[in-house]
Antibody, heavy 119, light 110 residues
Framework: QLQLQESGPGLVRPSETLSLTCTVSGGSIGTNYHWAWIRQPPGKGLEWIGSIYYSGSTYYNPSLKSRVTISVDTSKNQVSLKLRSVTAADTAVYYC????????????WGQGTLVTVSS | QSVLTQPPSASGTPGQRVTISCSGSSSNIGSNTVNWYQQLPGTAPKLLIYTNSHRPSGVPDRFSGSKSGTSASLAISGLQSEDEADYYCATWDDSLNGWVFGGGTKLTVL
């Protein structure tokens, strides 16, 4: 059974860089899938951050594109997220998810990790 | 303000049928398929309906989805207490060149 697990600091200072890792187990990340980051501010809805194909092609939410980098490490079976110059508005639960094609539904999700931006 | 519009809340009694709407535009729902996600309290979203009307393995046939023009709907029949959750629609937007979600609908089973 495919499992996704997000990890990283739970607290980030304003103006710094948020860095998270999604470790995939029970399957290879280096197959014909896209891997996404999606976030959810406390008490609010879902927002797509971006997606990456296993080969490295990336697609970002235009509203976040200037601050986001998503990368993949097939040797470690991991997908990473970096979000620069964070503010309190970036406080959210961050999820990684798999989708079988850029335009295809997110079929596997990680449990999510809460990141709080605060000094 | 979400690109896709959902009612913030819906409710029903056990056994009833409820529907949740999702309204978009020609650049999103009008040209792409719609997926629905169920988020139980304190958990990650789960894929409920994909490609407008298909259920993943394990999703009861009480859940059904449909799409017409620039709108989509999720129907839940034989409502059960465990269906109490937040429901989100999602699709690709050709103008924004990215995934967009509805604001979510909180379903209460009375």
């Amino acid at each position: 059974q495919l499992q996704l697990q997000e990890s990283g600091p739970g607290l980030v200072r304003p103006s710094e860089t948020l860095s998270l890792t999604c470790t995939v187990s029970g399957g290879s990340i280096g197959t014909n899938y896209h891997w996404a980051w999606i976030r959810q501010p406390p008490g609010k809805g879902l927002e797509w951050i971006g997606s990456i194909y296993y080969s490295g092609s990336t697609y970002y939410n235009p509203s976040l594109k200037s601050r986001v980098t998503i990368s993949v490490d097939t040797s470690k079976n991991q997908v990473s997220l970096k979000l620069r110059s964070v503010t309190a508005a970036d406080t959210a639960v961050y999820y990684c998810a798999r989708h079988d094609g850029l335009y295809v539904s997110f079929d596997y999700w990680g449990q999510g990790t809460l990141v709080t931006v605060s000094s | 303000q979400s690109v896709l519009t959902q009612p913030p809340s819906a409710s029903g009694t056990p056994g009833q049928r409820v529907t949740i709407s999702c309204s978009g535009s020609s650049s999103n729902i009008g040209s792409n398929t719609v997926n629905w996600y169920q988020q139980l309290p304190g958990t990650a979203p789960k894929l409920l309906i994909y490609t407008n009307s298909h259920r993943p393995s394990g999703v009861p046939d009480r859940f059904s989805g449909s799409k017409s023009g620039t709108s989509a709907s999720l129907a839940i029949s034989g409502l059960q207490s465990e269906d109490e959750a937040d429901y989100y629609c999602a699709t690709w937007d050709d103008s924004l060149n990215g995934w967009v979600f509805g604001g979510g609908t909180k379903l209460t089973v009375l």
